[in-house]
């Protein structure tokens, strides 16, 4: 069975908690992607901060992004997934927490991304489909 090692990005790029939210949208912008991992000084994960994220809680809401610190938009628990966790669990908990990114962890390490395109790629077309309709029930 595939596991999320064999199909996530690898390397994933963090932002510091204690970095703003302006230089996690440059980061975003040089990296082109669309969220990143929060992490803290102890390397832990703390949450992901998407570019959504920015837009609706920080930009309209009159906040300044220079001021606005990534941690602060860290809410509750992260959801992940291991390293050695199969496509279907993958499925499972993109499914139920309604996501399309996970970060990836091997024991408290951030090892990678998966996203729902890396998925799509892996899997056969029914099972993402059955993912697909279970992530825009939002």
């Known amino acids: 069975m595939t596991k999320a090692r064999d199909i996530m990005?690898?390397?994933a790029t963090c932002i510091g908690a204690h970095d703003t939210v302006l230089e996690a949208a440059q980061k975003m912008a040089q990296?082109?992607?669309g969220s990143l991992?929060?992490?803290?000084?102890?390397?832990?994960l703390r949450g992901m901060l998407t570019d959504?994220?920015?837009?609706?809680?920080?930009?309209?809401?009159?906040e300044d992004?220079?001021?606005?610190k990534a941690g602060d938009l860290a809410q509750g628990e992260v959801v992940t997934i291991g390293a050695d966790d199969d496509a279907a669990e993958i499925l499972r908990t993109m499914g139920a927490h309604q996501v399309r990114r996970l970060p990836v962890i091997d024991g408290h390490t951030l090892v990678g991304i998966v996203a729902?395109?890396?998925?799509?790629?892996?899997?056969?077309?029914a099972k993402v489909g059955d993912l697909l309709e279970a992530i825009s029930q939002k």
């Open 9 to 11: 990005t690898p390397d």
């Open 31 to 33: 990296l082109k992607v």
């Open 37 to 44: 991992p929060i992490c803290g000084t102890d390397e832990r």
């Open 52 to 62: 959504r994220d920015i837009v609706v809680k920080v930009l309209a809401v009159g």
């Open 65 to 68: 992004p220079a001021q606005v």
């Open 116 to 125: 729902l395109a890396d998925v799509a790629r892996a899997l056969p077309d």
